[in-house]
């Protein structure tokens, strides 16, 4: 087994013995057991955020040479966002990119896509709709438009 196998294996394993002290992450593993560098995740939207009650589906790509490398990480589930791609899923996140570090494990990873969610950065934007709303104060229409999306795109109907 290579070092990238043994480190995603512990990686699981610590995941599925916290489940419960993350309720954002719903799921977080490998999508088939013969693949460990493809995965899928599910981030749940806090509660008292406009994205509560929607569940978000993530592609997550290892690297083979992780974790010196980041993982690619992009949103299945259309997602209402400024740091979010509207189409591709494509997440403007400085871990993903030039900020990465072999500490973070894709758990934490996760972590701070949730947290971007509801503290997003709209000076460095991928849905300028979005952030535009946020540049000019409208709360208000920011929050109604990102429900919209929950309710179209993330939760069951």
């Known amino acids: 087994m290579d070092a990238v196998s043994r480190r995603l294996l512990k990686e699981l394993r610590e995941i599925d013995r916290e489940a419960k002290a993350h309720p954002e992450i719903v799921e977080l ?9 493809q995965w899928k995740a599910i981030l749940a939207g806090l509660a008292d955020t406009p994205y509560e ?27 209402c966002h400024p740091n979010i791609h509207f189409k591709t899923g494509e997440i ?16 934490s990873t996760l972590l701070a896509i949730s947290l971007l969610l509801t503290n997003p950065e709209p000076s ?34």
């Open 124 to 157: 460095s934007p991928l849905n300028c709709d979005a952030a535009n709303l946020l540049r000019c104060n409208d709360q208000l229409g920011y929050e109604s438009l990102i429900r919209m999306y929950t309710r179209l795109y993330a939760t069951k109907h």
């Open 29 to 37: 593993a490998p999508e088939s057991d013969d693949d460990l560098l």
């Open 92 to 107: 403007c996140l400085d871990i993903l990119k030039t900020a990465w570090s072999p500490a973070w494990t894709l758990k």
């Open 53 to 79: 009650g929607g569940q978000f589906e993530l592609s997550i790509q290892v690297p083979s040479n992780y974790p010196i490398h980041p993982p690619s990480i992009k949103f299945v589930t259309t997602i």
